[in-house]
């Protein structure tokens, strides 16, 4: 069974890091492009950022380019997300997903809450 | 960038209605188009991927059309599972866009 697991939200005050981890199992993680989407609780979903199955060819939405950064450690089944200069508006569930480049979504992690205020 | 933008933004509905949202994109995409279902408190789920492939394990009753810059999901026979929120996505260059959702409710 897939599984995606993610870790590392929390609460943040504006400026501020965190770094985000996406634990995979179930299947052969470097065959896979992976993505993160973010979801203000009650809103819509954000793609923020996406990355190749050899770590190569990231991409990131507008809204994080330059402090947001996606990696991935194929011996180790794990995806990542290191946040920076953190903003109120990156409040949301950040969901670890299985998918990038021409590929769609299809696995879907239950995702881990980062809510950033003073 | 290109934008995706869904209508209806709320539906209403009856169990056996056909349903049909559509999604247009700002510039062609060709078929790189998904459609996700996500109930309340879950992550979505994949429905239809490529514009008309459907995912194993959707039921049939979800299709999906289009290319260029129309896309439709259509619900043959909508039932009582099917009362959700309901997105397209491109994904055929970064940054990928998602459409802002459409509320399918019960009538």
């Known amino acids: 069974e897939v599984q995606l697991v993610e870790s590392g939200g929390g609460v943040v005050r504006p400026g501020g890091s965190l770094r985000l981890s996406c634990a995979a199992s179930?299947?052969?993680?470097?065959?896979?492009?992976m993505t993160w989407v973010r979801q203000v609780p009650g809103k819509g979903l954000e793609w923020v950022s996406a990355?190749?199955?050899?770590?190569?060819?990231?991409g990131y939405a507008e809204s994080v380019k330059g402090r947001f950064t996606i990696s991935r450690d194929n011996a180790k089944n794990s995806l990542y997300l290191q946040m920076n200069s953190l903003r109120a508006e990156d409040t949301a569930l950040y969901h670890c997903?299985?998918?990038?480049?021409?590929?769609?979504?299809?696995?879907w992690g239950q995702g881990t809450l980062v809510t950033v205020s003073s | 960038d290109i934008q995706m933008t869904q209508s209806p933004s709320t539906l209403s509905a009856s169990v056996g209605d056909r349903v049909t949202i559509t999604c247009r994109a700002s510039?062609?995409?060709?078929?790189?188009l998904a459609w996700y279902q996500q109930k309340p408190a879950k992550a979505p789920q994949l429905l239809i991927y490529?514009?008309?492939n459907l995912e194993g394990g959707v039921p049939s009753r979800f299709s999906g059309s289009g290319s260029g810059t129309e896309f439709t999901l259509t619900i043959s026979s909508l039932q009582p599972d099917d009362f959700a929120t309901y997105y397209c996505?491109?994904?055929?260059?970064?940054?990928?866009?998602f459409g802002q959702g459409t509320k399918v409710e019960i009538k």
């Open positions: 997903v299985r998918g990038g480049g021409y590929n769609h979504l299809d696995c």
């Open positions: 179930g299947f052969t993680f470097h065959d896979y492009g």
């Open positions: 990355i190749n199955w050899n770590g190569g060819s990231p």
């Open positions: 510039q062609t995409i060709n078929t790189w």
């Open positions: 490529k514009a008309s």
């Open positions: 996505q491109r994904y055929n260059s970064y940054p990928w866009t």
